[in-house]
């Protein structure tokens, strides 16, 4: 079965830094489209970066110059870097994959904990 395991969140104080990293397995990762998505509590998931398959690169308003996603298709992963990391950026974030952006037919991981809080 498709896999998908996002790791790196924590716990880190206002203006740090975090990378998160999402392992697929079983598929060709090289061919998928790849997003990070955020969820906090009592609020919609909502979208906050994506790469394509060929390296485009998307990201939601709240992040720009603070995120940076990026994929290394050799070690079937995809990253985000994370600088200057607000409260507001408290959430579950989910690891997805599928052949287009978007797609209904998609995978996502089991999401990793990241708390921004002094």
């Known amino acids: 079965q498709v896999q998908l395991v996002e790791s790196g969140g924590g716990l880190v104080q206002p203006g740090g830094s975090l990378r998160l990293s999402c392992v697929a397995s079983?598929?060709?990762?090289?061919?998928?489209?790849m997003g990070w998505y955020r969820r906090a509590p009592g609020k919609q998931r909502e979208l906050v970066a994506t790469?394509?398959?060929?390296?485009?690169?998307t990201y939601a308003d709240g992040v720009k110059g603070r995120f940076t996603v990026s994929r290394d298709n050799a070690k079937n992963t995809m990253y985000l870097q994370m600088n200057s990391l607000k409260p507001e950026d408290t959430a579950v974030y989910y690891c997805n994959a599928g052949l287009i952006i978007g797609a209904r037919n998609s995978y996502w991981g089991q999401g990793t904990q990241v708390t921004v809080s002094s």
């Open positions: 790469i394509t398959s060929s390296g485009s690169t």
């Open positions: 079983r598929i060709v990762f090289s061919n998928y489209a």
